[in-house]
């Protein structure tokens, strides 16, 4: 990835835009983790871009992770998510 002298004046002023993701294991694929990245570095580079820059000159700059947690291993309510509940949560039966 090159960056250009916009992208460079924009690293000196402010910290890498770094956004961070946590998804099941599993509840996506390779293909929708692309979409979802893409998507994300879109939206934050047209936010900065409100704020004067070039987009063209943000896109490189926004990192994206996406990190896998455990199903039982996060909660919400007080309660261990597991998939049936999460499902069930999707479709509005909670």
Partial sequence: M????G???ILEAYEIPLV???????????????DLIAKLT???????????????????LVWCIIEDVEFGSWGAGGKAITPQLLKAA???KT
């Fill in 20 to 34: 961070t993701v946590k998804l099941f294991r599993g509840a996506s694929t390779p293909e929708q983790r692309a």
């Fill in 90 to 92: 999707f479709e509005g």
């Fill in 7 to 9: 992208a460079y004046k």
């Fill in 42 to 60: 879109d939206t934050v580079a047209e936010w900065i871009a409100d704020m004067g820059y070039e987009k063209e000159n943000i896109v490189p």
């Fill in 2 to 5: 090159a960056l250009d002298g």
